[in-house]
Structure formats: structure tokens, C-alpha cells
């Protein structure tokens, strides 16, 4: 990972810049809604000593002490060298100085490489439920508690709403 830092995003620029870059996603995403992109509570970038975005991931929109994880790219070409890592390690302490108690995150079952990376920083695997989209698919929900004597299951439960578990049947 020579000579990339890890920034929080303070210019317009480079919010588009980044917008781009998890348009640009490979992991059939759904498309991003730019207006709500643009009203993160925090875009973190992977940039180069030359200056180059070459990874991005935010904390989604909102307020209050539950933030979610999201918006994580990193370019196809500087993949496996820690970036995802080192964004989400730069996203839980933006995390806590912005006074968040619990920080979760939504994936897909099949994106393993990103269940790892979210499990390297040290989140936890709540359940899983069926995708609030109809589409059948099954999405992992994580979460990461910063501060002491949150109530997960409370705020988990808050958050799930009426989706529905998928029940393991091994
Ligand atoms: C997922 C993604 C962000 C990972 O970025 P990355 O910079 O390559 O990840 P890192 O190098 O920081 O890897 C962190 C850990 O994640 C896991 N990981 C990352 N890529 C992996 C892969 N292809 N297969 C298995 N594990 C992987 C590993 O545990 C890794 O730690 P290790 O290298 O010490 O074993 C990148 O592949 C990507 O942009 N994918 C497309 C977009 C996407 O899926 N975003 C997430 C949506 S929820």
C-alpha cells in the first residue's frame, strides 16, 4: 500500500470524483443515487502520492448515534493491497469523532471479499435477511458497536424493520 493515504473528502470535486468511481462498481450494485451519495455524513478517499481517488466508502447519510456503512470501491487495479481495509479502519475512527455508538453494514451473501474486509476490522455478523427488493437475494447484516453498553439487539431489530430472516436450515 506505498504512499496512500487515507483522507476525508472535503471538496466537491472530489465527491464527484468519487461518485464516479463507485459508479464505475463491479459487483452489481444497484445504481447510485448521486443526491443521497452527496449527503454522506462522511466520504472517505484512498488517494496516491500523486494524488489519484483510487478507492472511496462513506458512512450513508443520517443522524444521530447509528451510522451505516457504505459506497466502499476500490479500483480493480489496487485491489488486495489493504485499501478496503484502511478506508474502513479510517471510516470507524470518523466514526467515533462524530460521536456514533454503532456502526452497521448491509452485504450480499456472495460478496465474500467484502464480509472479510468487515470482519478484519472488527465487525460482527448479526443475521441474515431476504433483500427489502424483492429480488430473492440474501443480505448479511453486520454491525460494530464504539462505544460501551449499546443495546445491538434493539437497534439491529430497529433497523431490519419487517424484512424477512433467512432461516439456516443445515
Ligand atoms: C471489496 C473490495 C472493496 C475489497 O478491496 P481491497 O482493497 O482489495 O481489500 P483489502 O486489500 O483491504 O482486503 C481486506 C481483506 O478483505 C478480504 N478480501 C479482499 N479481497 C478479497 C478477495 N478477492 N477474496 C477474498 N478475500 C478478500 C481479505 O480478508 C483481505 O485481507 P487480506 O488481504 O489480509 O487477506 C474490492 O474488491 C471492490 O471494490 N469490490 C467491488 C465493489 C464492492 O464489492 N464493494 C463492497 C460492496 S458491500
Redesign the pocket.
Known amino acids: 500500500m506505498n504512499g496512500i493515504q487515507f483522507v476525508l473528502c472535503d471538496k466537491q470535486e472530489d465527491l464527484a470524483l468519487a461518485a464516479t468511481l463507485v459508479d464505475s462498481?463491479?459487483?452489481n450494485?444497484h445504481p447510485l443515487d448521486h443526491e443521497y451519495f452527496f449527503h454522506s455524513r462522511a466520504v472517505i478517499l484512498a488517494k496516491t502520492s500523486e494524488g489519484d481517488i483510487v478507492?472511496c466508502a462513506a458512512i450513508k447519510a443520517g443522524s444521530g448515534i447509528v451510522g451505516e456503512l457504505?459506497y466502499?470501491?476500490?479500483s480493480p487495479c489496487?485491489?488486495?493491497?489493504?485499501?478496503?481495509?484502511?478506508l474502513t479502519l479510517k471510516r470507524i475512527e470518523v466514526a467515533k469523532s462524530l460521536g456514533i455508538a454503532i456502526l452497521f453494514?448491509t452485504?450480499?451473501a456472495e460478496?465474500?471479499?467484502?464480509r472479510?474486509?468487515l470482519l478484519?476490522a472488527g465487525f460482527q455478523f448479526w443475521r441474515d435477511y431476504l433483500s427489502i427488493r424483492g429480488t430473492g437475494n440474501t443480505v448479511g447484516w453486520y454491525y460494530l458497536p464504539l462505544k460501551e453498553h449499546v443495546d445491538v439487539e434493539t437497534v439491529m431489530q430497529s433497523l431490519v424493520g419487517n424484512r424477512v430472516p433467512v432461516v439456516c436450515t443445515n
Open positions: 462498481r463491479d459487483d450494485a478507492g457504505g466502499l470501491v476500490v489496487y485491489r488486495r493491497q489493504g485499501i478496503a481495509q484502511g453494514a452485504i450480499r460478496n465474500t471479499s467484502s472479510a474486509n478484519k
